[in-house]
């Protein structure tokens, strides 16, 4: 037994770097590469791992400290004087491995791994290897990250193999085309029988093939408004279930909206074609469907092959598939004291407010991927959702709300969220949480609007349009933000800038029998108060009756949340993060008011301004008031 002092690795020449985390605590023992400390800086965070195994006798650092390298870590009290290795620490141990590298398989070739399409984006230094020579990968398994200023980009595998040779190590650059590494593929017996299969599929079970597998069909991603490379967050089926028609068989979620998509006929789900976080678009094949009513027995053919023969592709999918959708497995009931992430997945992390020493990881060696923190969120959501006495969760995945069994106080119901409200939580967790916000709040005096209103409302009605204030109010919104430029922006990623937008589109907050949509109408600043009103009245309409596209609530500048039909006097709504400012409406009322002689009855509409003051300043969001409120005021200047 000897104490080692672990010291900060080379770090790539940074210094004075910040630990954002200590993984370990006095007491602990570790095992050699284990990550003992989180440093960050403001391009990469980087995990460093022990160099030794033992147990810590003390930390010599705190959170929040500065380091660079050389500096003391901790004390560690190793067994076996002989095993205590010198400060290796980002290599992973596996040069003797190398011996085993050409796995002798008949038939096993070796593929070039290079880096991808990065968006043009050049020099990009390698901040992780998250393999090593030796390991086995997963089709997608993350290779490699990729830090820009920008953005940290997870590079996958494109193959599933044995990692021959690794080319690069972190602190390279490199740009599209450099060689990352050579992966041996094993292609002998099973394997690619599976894989050209999976690969043929999606041409060959096109509708033509449907009616020769004996009842087979093809179920593809429907017309989802022309959004492209939306992703999959559920997958509600798994093969041999039994679906009816109508059943929701896939989740996709944009950054607006989630939308099921139905099974189109009822049948028994053959196999599964697409996993969670897979992106698709229109015309993806979902699945594979033996539809009711077909000659299901007498086709062993290609539809029960494919059952059949594909063992190592099929049997997987499924379980992967159905895991995240009911699976609690993805939460660690103790907090790992081995956190093992990319900084991807660190950032993602943070903005969710998840801990990550609580997610179960299932990438390589140990790896935290996006895809576990997905699933520990949903099913901290789930838990919420489903368990009445064992909620924790609140709708974003946050342990915030107190475990309560409500039961005991009175007769309760779990009711189940939908979709959209599950969504609209986290947006509002995440909106509330992120966006330092201001409500200012004013009177708008809309009598003369009224009067107008009220004469063209029975001639409007007869055209078939809908004249509520609503319009005035998108119209008049829409003035102001080319007026006031500082609430058309939203904030850049980077922190540095922001992007000063040169059309006006306005969300309009539906209270829809789903949950609160917002649909956006566009260029409201160029349309008549008329014009709005019947494309207000027609998103409305698709928002009650849940025809919504994607398409048809992005792009927003600004919302309106309008609570004026309900009732109350104010409210602060919450800004529409990345819009910039939201306009909460509450319901006129006639108050008396001083005209510098008497007291007048005047219909007075409440206006609540919630705006993110990070982008703007008090004195533009008064300007930006006064202005709306001088032109609800005076209805002819609406006009102008
Ligand atoms: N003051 C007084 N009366 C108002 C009013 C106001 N501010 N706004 C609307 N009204 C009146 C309308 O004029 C209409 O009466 P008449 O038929 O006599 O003219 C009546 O209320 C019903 O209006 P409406 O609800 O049909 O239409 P709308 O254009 O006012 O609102 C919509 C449409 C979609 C905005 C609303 O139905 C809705 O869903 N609001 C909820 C928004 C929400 O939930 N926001 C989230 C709050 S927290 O951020």
Redesign the pocket.
């Known amino acids: 037994m000897s104490t080692e002092i672990i010291r900060v690795p080379d770090i790539g020449g940074a210094t004075d770097v910040e630990i954002i985390e200590i993984s370990i605590a006095v007491g602990d023992t570790i095992e050699v590469d284990q990550s003992i400390i989180v440093l960050e800086t403001d391009k990469a965070s980087m995990d460093v791992p022990s160099s030794m195994a033992g147990k810590v006798k003390s930390i010599s650092v705190k959170e929040g400290e500065k380091v660079s390298e050389g500096d003391e870590i901790l004390i560690i009290e190793v067994e076996g004087a002989e095993e205590s290795a010198p400060e290796a620490p980002v290599e992973d141990p596996a040069p003797e491995k190398s011996a085993e590298k050409a796995p002798a398989s008949s038939s096993s070739s070796e593929e070039k791994v290079s880096v991808p399409d990065i968006g043009g984006a050049t020099d990009v230094e390698v901040i992780e290897v998250c393999v090593a020579e030796g390991d086995m990968v997963e089709e997608g398994d993350s290779i490699i990250v990729l830090e820009t200023d920008k953005a940290s980009m997870d590079i996958p595998s494109p193959f599933t193999g044995k990692i021959a040779k690794i080319s690069i190590k972190v602190g390279d650059t490199v740009s599209e085309g450099a060689d990352i590494l050579v992966l041996t593929t094993e292609s002998s017996s099973v394997a690619p029988a599976a894989k050209e299969e999976k690969a043929e599929e999606p041409k060959s079970s096109a509708p033509a093939a449907a009616s020769a597998s004996g009842g087979v069909e093809s179920v593809k991603v429907p017309d989802i408004g022309g959004a492209e490379g939306v992703e999959v967050i559920e997958v509600a089926v798994a093969a041999g279930d039994k679906v009816q028609e109508g059943d929701s068989i896939i989740v996709l979620e944009t950054d607006k909206a989630s939308m099921e998509i139905p099974a189109p006929k009822s049948g028994t789900v053959k196999s599964v074609s697409i996993k969670v976080g897979d992106k698709v678009s229109e015309g993806d094949l979902v699945l594979e469907l033996e539809v009711e009513g077909g000659s299901e027995v007498p086709a062993p053919a290609p539809a029960a092959e494919k059952a059949t023969s594909a063992p190592t592709e099929k049997p997987k999918a499924s379980a992967e598939k159905s895991a995240p959708a009911v699976d609690q497995s993805a939460v660690l009931s103790e907090p790992s004291k081995k956190v093992h992430a990319g900084p991807a997945v660190r950032m993602l992390a943070r903005e969710l407010g998840v801990d990550l020493s609580l997610v179960r990881p299932t990438g390589p060696r140990g790896r935290i991927t996006k895809e576990d923190l997905h699933a520990y969120v949903k099913a901290a959501v789930q838990k919420v959702a489903s368990a009445p006495a064992g909620g924790v969760a609140t709708g974003s995945g946050l342990p915030t709300v107190p475990d309560q069994d409500f039961s005991k106080f009175g007769e309760v119901d779990v009711v189940k969220m939908s979709k959209i409200q599950r969504l609209t939580a986290q947006n509002m967790v995440r909106n509330a949480l992120v966006v330092p916000q201001v409500t200012q709040f004013d009177k708008a005096d809309i009598s003369d609007l009224e009067a107008f ?2 004469g063209l ?1 029975g001639e409007m009605e007869k055209q078939g349009v ?6 005035f109010l998108i119209k008049a919104v829409a003035q102001a933000m080319v007026a006031n430029p500082s609430f058309n922006v939203s904030l850049m990623a980077d922190g540095e800038s922001y992007v000063q937008k040169h059309y006006v589109h306005i969300g ?5 029998p789903a949950g ?1 949509v917002v649909p956006v109408l566009r260029d409201a600043d160029k349309k008549s108060v008329v014009q709005i009103a019947k494309e ?1 009245g027609e998103l ?1 309409k698709k ?1 009650l009756d849940k025809q919504l596209k994607p398409a048809d609530m992005q792009g927003g500048c600004f919302t ?7 009732g109350g006097t104010g ?1 602060t ?2 800004v529409n993060c990345p819009e910039v400012g ?1 306009l ?6 006639v108050e008396p008011r001083w005209n510098g002689k008497e007291f007048e009855p005047r219909t007075m ?1 409440p206006l609540c301004l919630s705006y993110d003051h990070r982008a703007v300043n008090g004195g533009d969001a008064g300007r930006f008031m006064t202005f709306l409120n001088s032109l609800l005021s005076d209805v002819r200047r609406l006009s102008l």
């Open positions: 209103r009220k409302k809908k004249l509520t204030p609503l319009p309009i907050a539906v209270d829809s609160l207000a409305i928002a309106i949340s309008s609570l004026g039909a309900i409210f709504p919450i939201i909460g409406v509450s319901k006129a009322d509409l």
